[in-house]
């Protein structure tokens, strides 16, 4: 199939660059095996040069971004690689591997507006993607460079990760479309096992270790820093780059509008960071004009975050994170938090926290809405929930929720819930099968119970 594929101006030379986030001088290019400043360790971020990208004006580049979106021009038919010169200019398109990630859902949640007094309220379902979770937007950007670095003739034998389940699955998904070696450290007994099969599955060397992820990340920094195995962590800013065009790929579906509020769960803080990143991007080149408020949402029993922000993000301390439904993040000491706070200070931002029954509810009554959503989600709807509560949003306003992950990987969650299995949530919403007699009667009897229950529930309502 063949049709005009727009271009951005072809004189433009697009260039961007490692730079220490703590403001060390120093530039080092993307194709180097770099994750830290050499001078302060701090992390790296990745540093466009804007002159080229506003050599071609906004309006022409939202023409190129839409003759792209979704169509079948290798690779620029991915939400990522659409906006390839803002992402990764350098990787040649032959090394991309790419699953034709982003283009995910944006769902107006007309009935959860309903229930909660919102007009304009949307949920991203960037968990409707290849391996199930919104990694693959950086996944495909950090594989595509080792893709690269090894056709440059550079030693990596393995790409290798920390994960709380859905870095890993995404890893190991990118590795095996590239045929390169995949290795993936998890926590023992705290992933879902669709998230263990998933690595199993892709081939992926797999190691239960007897942590948490805290503590596999420290292993995974050593083994990587001391043999020459790619780190594919969020620490590696390469997958921020990619999952900043959240940001691009929301403002692309409501027609270059910025929404007013999104609410964003957080863990290692990598994508509230990138989303941050993205919005800053595009102010910078004219794309929009505004920018929105965002919040981030964090399971009460792994808050470092929340209770930076009640100090005015003045300190931060780590803190041991205790067991979650939440479990992708399970986080303590976030890799990402001080990209995390530069983001929300610009953006008038706030964290909100969420116990283990309010995500449990949260998510469940957005499920009775026609979503299905992973308890991460559940985080994010709850916090916004809170915010409503308090008077804080206005019932027009746009809001947009980032869903991270699908439900489908959390089924255990979603069966103790609607089977009541969880003692201290309440399960407002449970629903479980009803075991009946195969006869006429029994089951119109069963049936009719329950449609009158339903309508008493909807006329309380
Ligand atoms: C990774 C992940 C998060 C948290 O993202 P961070 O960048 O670590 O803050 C949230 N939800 C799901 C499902 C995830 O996999
Ligand atoms: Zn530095």
């Given at each position: ?5 727009k ?12 730079r ?73 398109d ?49 594989v ?88 594919a ?129 949260a ?21 916004l ?26 089924t ?32 119109r ?17």
């Amino acid at each position: 199939m063949t049709f005009p594929l727009k271009s951005p101006n072809p004189a433009a030379k697009y260039r961007a660059v490692f730079r220490c986030i703590s403001g060390c001088p120093g530039d080092y290019p993307l194709n180097e095996i770099i994750y830290q400043c050499p001078k302060c360790q701090d992390l790296l971020e990745v540093v466009h040069d804007l002159d080229p990208l506003r050599m071609t004006p906004p309006e022409e580049w939202r023409d190129v971004f839409d003759s792209r979106f979704m169509r079948t021009f290798w690779p620029y038919g991915s939400g990522v690689w659409g906006k390839k010169e803002f992402v990764c200019p350098d990787v040649l398109d032959e090394n991309i591997v790419s699953t034709c990630e982003g283009g995910s859902n944006l769902f107006w949640a007309e009935q959860l507006g309903y229930r909660w007094g919102l007009k304009d309220l949307w949920i991203k379902q960037c968990g409707n993607s290849h391996s199930g979770s919104f990694k693959d937007l950086g996944m495909t950007v950090l594989v595509s460079m080792v893709k690269q670095m090894r056709h440059e003739g550079k030693n990596i034998p393995a790409v290798a990760c920390a994960s709380t389940g859905d870095t890993s699955a995404s890893l190991a998904a990118y590795c095996a479309t590239a045929g390169i070696p995949a290795i993936v450290f998890l926590p023992k007994n705290k992933v879902s096992s669709a998230q263990l099969v998933q690595p199993l599955a892709h081939g992926a060397i797999t190691l239960a270790i007897d942590t948490d992820f805290d503590g596999c990340m420290q292993i995974v920094k050593e083994i990587t820093g001391r043999n020459n195995i790619y780190l594919a962590n969020s620490m590696n800013s390469l997958r921020i780059e990619g999952q900043k065009t959240i940001s691009f790929e929301l403002c692309q579906q409501f027609d270059w509008e910025v929404p007013d509020l999104i609410v964003i769960p957080g863990g290692n803080l990598g994508n509230v960071s990138a989303l941050g990143q993205g919005f800053l991007l595009m102010k910078a080149v004219g794309l929009i004009d505004r920018m929105p408020r965002i919040v981030c949402a964090q399971a009460e029993n792994a808050n470092p975050l929340y209770l930076s922000y009640l100090k005015s993000f003045n300190e931060f301390d780590s803190v041991p994170a205790k067991p979650t439904l939440a479990s992708a993040i399970q986080i303590g000491n976030p890799v990402s938090v001080k990209k995390a706070i530069r983001v929300l200070k610009r953006f008038n931002g706030t964290v909100e926290q969420a116990s283990e029954a309010e995500l449990a509810e949260a998510a469940a009554e957005g499920d009775l809405t026609g979503l299905y959503n992973c308890p991460h989600t559940g985080v994010a709807l709850a916090a916004l929930k809170k915010i409503i509560r308090r008077g804080e949003v206005r019932p027009d306003e746009r809001i947009v929720v980032i869903s991270t992950a699908h439900g489908l990987k959390f089924t255990s969650f979603k069966t103790r819930y609607h089977t009541s299995e969880y003692k201290d949530i309440e399960c407002r919403f449970a629903n479980p099968p009803i075991e009946v007699h195969a006869t006429y009667d029994a089951v119109r009897n069963a049936l009719f119970r329950s449609l009158d229950a339903r309508n008493a529930q909807i006329s309380k309502a």
